[in-house]
């Protein structure tokens, strides 16, 4: 098994504010997609809350909640370690929040596929935790345009 982190991350970590992502990057929204399609992702109960339409389609959703058991179109743990331990061997597992689940994730994963935005917004209430100590794999930069207020890099980083 393969364990992911995807997040959008500002420069100082910033990646939520009141329940909701900081940044409409379609491209990022994109590279979610094309990277989650067909595969796991595991998010905690809030992210799972903040998602417009309830489960993602062609992916296996799994929520970590304390008090919720059951969710339409989601496996429900009641902590990281049992959504992973029923995971199978061959599964491409992708965590995608938030912050906590984030925070317990970190110490196990196997890379991290950030897309790195080149702001530091005033307005945030949750944050990515420290990185300082994963290697770039790849890293592919995006400039400025109609659709995107800022600069922004799609970076994969391996320990």
Known sequence: MRINII???AKNRAIG??????YWLPNDLKRF????TGHTIIMGRKTFESLPK???P???NIVISKTITEIPGCDCYKSLEEAIDNCSK???VYVIGGASIYNQAIKMADRLCLTEVNDSPNNADTFFPQYDDWKIETKENHG???KHEFEYAFV????
């Open 90 to 92: 061959d599964e491409d």
């Open 33 to 36: 997609k094309a990277l989650t």
């Open 7 to 9: 997040a959008a991350v």
């Open 156 to 159: 994969d980083y391996i320990r």
């Open 58 to 60: 062609n992916r296996r």
């Open 17 to 22: 504010y009141q329940n909701k992502l900081i």
């Open 54 to 56: 309830g489960a993602l």
């Open 144 to 146: 400025i345009d109609d």
